[in-house]
């Protein structure tokens, strides 16, 4: 039996940003059900990088997590990681005083977001129905993320520290005895010091397997469509579209333009598929607010994002095992705080005191530790 300072269960963004922080203090194995890494959440997300428009603390974790990903380590990877992109929020006519609440709001944070005529706006995304649109302005500090290239910058990284990955490898059993888990998979036996459950939608699922109590961690679906551009229209100029009221959103994705209803619907852990009836709540979003002609959507898709009772990640030991560490619950935004949830969990796995940018930055460790659910 192979023995491990640290199990991660879970081979989604989570549990590879912290093998990749954390495998050079400790010996790491990477446990994932599928065939391969993100396949679930992280490989189906339209990720995008903001240091705005999330709660308080989520904006900390982004703020520490900039710097990794406007500036990774050399060799990491052999792309940028963000492309900036920018967001065009809109309202339609009754939302006009929203929209330049948002704005000020914004503006007295910092931002140079730009207000912008409804002339302006439609010259920024010619496909957007003057009609339609009464007020926007544009924010400049949105980016792309290279999910792919940040996910096997983790996985090459941690890789190099020594960290081992089991793929195919669903986890069965795991009890904690004589301070160490031993744990059965699907492809054999292991032990190790610390369970870390960074398994996603699964998270709860995979606590009662380990006879931790869940941490109420529920996943949720969200769906997104694709449907084909005007010629003449340069994707890689437009900005993302965001409603006011987060309604919907539009993006470009590669060469196409995707667009959400910004659907959060509970479900259960699954390889979730796109429901009708949100496909036609994204086709509907499009026809409302643009000028496009939907004659055919190019692809559909849903993804999870699961989240805790107040939408915050679950970031440390359980409380009824120290043993069992957890690494969930991170909504629509694990990836964009991946950088600084990764190095946060390494750091609270290892004792080793949080450097000085968390501080700085306003992060608290205890906003995020199961302990606040009693």
């Known amino acids: 039996m192979q023995h491990y300072d640290v199990a991660i269960v879970g081979g989604g963004i989570a549990g590879l940003s912290l093998a990749y922080f954390l495998a050079p203090q400790r010996s790491v194995v990477v446990l994932e059900r599928e065939s391969a890494h993100g396949y679930h959440s992280t490989g189906r997300s339209a990720a995008e990088f903001t240091l705005r428009d999330n709660t308080a603390a989520v904006n900390a974790l982004a703020r520490v997590s900039h710097a990794f990903m406007s500036d990774p380590p050399a060799e990491f990877a052999a792309v940028p990681l963000l492309t ?21 709001k914004a503006e007295a944070s910092g931002a140079g977001v730009v207000a912008l005529t409804v002339e302006e706006a439609v010259a920024r995304a010619p496909f957007l129905d003057p009609a339609y649109v009464a007020a926007a302005y544009f924010d400049p500090d949105y980016w792309d993320i290279d999910v792919d290239a940040l996910l096997q910058g983790y996985a090459r990284g941690a890789r190099r520290s020594g960290a081992e990955f089991l793929n195919g490898a669903e986890l069965v059993h795991a009890r904690h005895e004589d301070c160490r888990w031993r744990i059965e998979t699907s492809t054999g036996h292991l032990s190790a010091g610390l369970l870390v459950n960074a398994g996603g939608g699964w998270a709860d699922a995979i606590a009662q397997i380990c006879g931790v109590a869940p941490a109420g961690i529920v996943p949720h679906r969200r769906t997104a469509i694709t449907v084909g551009l005007p010629d003449g229209i340069d994707a890689l100029a437009l900005p993302e579209i965001n409603e006011i009221d987060e309604t919907y959103y539009f993006k470009p994705d590669a060469g196409r333009l ?70 969930a619950g991170q909504g629509g935004y694990g990836i964009l705080s991946s950088p600084a949830l990764g190095r946060l969990a390494a750091h609270l796995l290892t004792g080793i005191p949080l450097p000085p940018d968390f501080a700085r930055e306003g992060v608290e460790p205890a906003v995020f530790s199961p302990a606040r659910f009693g």
């Open 84 to 104: 900036r992109r920018g967001s065009l929020w809109i309202g339609e006519a009754g939302k006009e005083e929203a929209v330049e609440s948002a704005r000020r």
């Open 258 to 327: 995707l667009a959400s209803p910004a659907d959060e619907t509970p479900c259960e852990p699954a390889d979730v598929q796109p429901e009708e009836i949100d496909i036609a709540y994204a086709a509907h979003y499009l026809q409302e607010a643009t000028t496009l002609t939907i004659g055919r959507i190019a692809s559909s898709w849903a993804g999870m994002r699961s989240f805790s009772a107040d939408r915050l990640p679950v970031i440390g030991p359980a409380n009824d095992n120290p043993a069992f560490f957890w690494l």
